[in-house]
């Protein structure tokens, strides 16, 4: 077991130590950043379809 684990932790070490890792991490932040702009996009898109709805609901009401 402690051999496994010895293997597995200089694998992730020599992976870190390449070019490679330095790519994933900075597609991991463009990836990150547009999650978050997304996740501030919905927000204000779903207050603007909750309010519509609203208006839609309050119209026929008001029709019936």
């Known amino acids: 077991m402690r051999n496994l684990t010895l293997n597995l932790y200089f694998s992730i070490q020599t992976f870190i130590a390449t070019e490679e890792a330095q ?8 990836v990150a950043l547009l999650a978050l702009a997304g996740v501030a ?22 029709s019936l």
């Not at 996009?41 to 008001?62: C, E, I, P, Q």
């Open 41 to 62: 996009g919905m927000r204000s898109l779903a207050s603007g379809v909750g309010l519509a709805f609203n208006g839609v609901s309050n119209d026929l009401a008001t």
């Open 23 to 30: 790519d994933l991490v900075e597609y991991c932040l463009v």
